[in-house]
Structure formats: C-alpha cells, structure tokens
C-alpha cells in the first residue's frame, strides 16, 4: 500500500517537475564537448569516509574504461578526490548546482541536462549510482534501455528516499548480509514487488592488502579509532574509554584518526594523539602498524567497516559493537571483543575497560588475535573478488 502511495506522490511530482526537465534536455548539447563514456558513476561526495573509498576502489577497477564520474553534493574537503582523479576518469562536481536549497530549480533542470547528454550517447553505457539522492532523482527521466545499478552502504535514509525508483534499476549491491534482511523486511511493510528482492546482489567490500609485517608488542597497549565525528559513530565514547582507562591507571596509548577533534574533551586533546583527516594510503598504514595494537568501533550502526579490515590485515584486535556484519567476521577472544549492548554507552565503557585490561594481562591472547586477524584479512578482504564481481555486475565486455 505505501509502496502504491509513493509512486502516485512521485508522478504527481514529475508533472511538476516535467517543464524543467524540458528546459535542462534542450539545452544539454552546452554542458561538455560530446564525448562517449561506457560509464557515468554518480556520487555524492569526495572527502573522507568509507563509503568514498568503496568509491574510488571501484572507480580504479575500471580503469581504462571511459568513464564520467559526477560528484551532486558538496564536499567538506578534498581528501579523496586526488584518488578518484587517479584513476584516469574524467570528472565534474555539479554541487554548485544541485545542492542549493535556494537555486533549487538548478536541481530539477541538471536532471534534464544529464538526461539529454547521457541519451545522446551513440554507445552502449552504464549509469551507477552511490548514494547520490540527485542520481535517484534522475533515474526516473533515463530511458529504460539504459542499464542503471545503485550500492547501499548501509540501512538508513536513502532506504527510504530510493523506494519510489526502484523500478529503474537493474540490479542494487549491498554490502552487508544484515543490511539485505532489513530492506527485505521493509519490502515486506511497504508492499514493494517481491521481484525487486531478486535484484539485490551481495559484493562484500575489500581492501588494497599491505605488506605483511611481524608485529611487536609493547608493555602498554596502542588503541586506535578511525572515522568521521557523526553521530552513529559516537567518537565521545572513545574519547570516554580513553579517559577511563587513564583514571584506571591502565598504561594505553590513544590516537584519533579523522576530523574529530571537535567530540573531544580537554583531556583528549592533552594527553592523546590527534591526527586530523589522512588520505595518503601509505601513512594510513602507518599508523595502522605503530598505533593499532586495538581498534576501537562504538558505532550505533555500520555495514562493514573499511577500517575494521585494514586494521585486521595489520594485524590489530578489534573492539567493536555487534552492529551490521561486524558479528559475521569477529568472533569474541578469536578475532576481539564484541560489546553485549549497542545503546547502553555506560556499560560500552565499562566493557572496553574490562576488555583492556585482558589484553594487557594476558599477551599471548593479543599475539594470538593478531595473527588470526592477519590470516583472515589476507585470505578474505583483497581486492581481485572485489574488482571481479563488479566487472561482473556491469557486464561491460
């Protein structure tokens, strides 16, 4: 029934919207010397984030391919688009554009302009959408013979603002097993065509594996967390359980790796190592090898964690809440330590104290952990599955 509902709401919409999209496919000849492209990428954003990386791993694996990458959203930095631009594609940031709430009509007519340029195209192409609320919004106005595939990183808003375009997409990749059953489930609520369910295809997210090294250990323990300063991703909470375990006396090292300074305290930023955003691979892996003896994951919600398999593979123990697939790949006192609640921070806290102060007492448990989580990341996370399986999915051959 709302499935029904949202669909009538959008062509209510489109009649509405109809005269600017007009307006954006005549004048679709001025927007770039015409040039053929197997591949139009849309995405948001190119600063620091999982989701980017995911990005731009997939971006490189097609490289030598032509291909348009289109950024719709504006970005809070640069950190990655050095990397996007690497992998010899042309791109544009159409931002200025489509995310102006006060221009918003400039939204409506790029959709036009995008059509009109895309359709024109004498080749056959691909149109791939990652995350970009502007690409959902285009799809409706792309002919049908023009194959369209969209990733979901995880279960949240755009869970919600895809449901009405469903129907133009060939195939959706998910990245997580648990995210699968939750969009599952609300097909099921919203009355979504239980055909659309055969459109979901599973391609796990992969890593450019590092150099194996030995680690070595010290007599005080490296804890380490990576990531943005939103909220799902509770930095405060590592902030706390750095500053606990000080109070606890207990002989820890803690360095913050994102642009998170604001979520701490005075004490963090005394006594604890903040790095700031890092885009370079090579000092990321640094820092994974000389910080990383734990990874700290107090997320409210992930899908799988970038840097939970880049920690693995240097070989740090992982400390985590059992949110989305992190349950599937760290088993308690094999790989880490899963935390019994996701919302009760209090008992976050006095979990990750407890499980501390079992690493520094027993060592042998950490070397173990450390190569087990070594093994798993070089068997597991590499990229050839990853690079494969979407050359797979967009059958450009």
């Given amino acids: 029934m709302w499935y029904k509902l949202m669909i009538i709401k959008r ?3 489109d009649l509405f919207i109809f005269p600017f999209v007009l307006w954006g496919r005549l004048s679709s000849d001025s927007f770039l010397p015409r040039k053929s492209y197997d591949i139009y990428f849309f995405f948001p954003f190119f600063h620091t984030g999982g989701a980017e990386k995911v990005h731009t791993q997939i971006t490189h694996t097609f490289k030598g391919r032509q291909a348009l990458i289109i950024f719709t959203r504006k970005s809070h930095h640069d950190a990655f688009y050095a990397q996007f631009k690497s992998s010899g594609h042309d791109i544009i940031d159409i931002s200025n554009y489509t995310d102006n709430k006060w221009q918003y009509w400039n939204n409506l007519i790029y959709r036009g302009i995008l059509a009109g340029y895309i359709e024109t195209q004498k080749e056959r192409c691909v149109v791939f959408n990652g995350h970009s609320n502007f690409a959902y919004k ?6 049908k013979d023009i194959p ?4 979901i990183h995880s279960f949240n ?3 919600y603002i895809r449901i009405p375009f469903i129907a133009y997409y060939k195939k959706t990749v998910m990245i997580s097993k ?5 969009h599952i489930r609300q097909y099921h609520r919203y009355g979504i065509p239980s055909a659309y369910e055969s459109r979901i295809q599973y391609i796990q997210n992969a890593i450019d594996l590092p150099q194996k090294r030995q680690r070595f250990f010290a007599d005080h323990l490296r804890v380490m967390y990576v990531g943005r300063s939103t909220p799902e991703k509770r930095v405060h909470l590592a902030a706390a359980i750095a500053n606990q375990a000080r109070e606890k006396q207990l002989p820890i090292s803690m360095t913050f790796v994102g642009d ?3 979520s701490l305290t005075v004490e963090n930023k005394e006594k604890d190592v903040i790095c700031g955003n890092i885009s370079d691979p090579n000092e990321l892996n640094r820092l994974y090898r000389e910080q990383a003896d734990v990874l ?3 997320s409210t919600t992930e899908g799988l964690p970038m840097v939970m398999m880049e920690a693995m593979a240097h070989g740090a123990v992982i400390m985590a809440t059992p949110v989305g697939d992190i349950p599937f790949h760290i088993i308690p006192e094999q790989n880490g330590f899963l935390f019994s609640s996701v919302n009760d921070e209090e008992l976050i806290i006095t979990e990750a104290i407890e499980f501390l102060h079992r690493l520094l007492s027993d060592k042998e448990l950490l070397r173990q952990i450390s190569e087990t989580n070594t093994e798993q990341a070089f068997r597991n996370y590499g990229l050839p599955r990853f690079e494969q399986e979407y050359k797979n999915l967009l059958d450009l051959n």
């Fill in 296 to 298: 700290l994951i107090p």
């Fill in 260 to 262: 998170v300074a604001a």
């Fill in 157 to 159: 808003s755009f869970s």
């Fill in 11 to 13: 062509i209510i919409e």
């Fill in 148 to 151: 369209q595939f969209e990733l």
């Fill in 178 to 182: 648990n995210r699968i059953d939750d």
């Fill in 138 to 143: 285009l799809s409706r106005w792309l002919r």
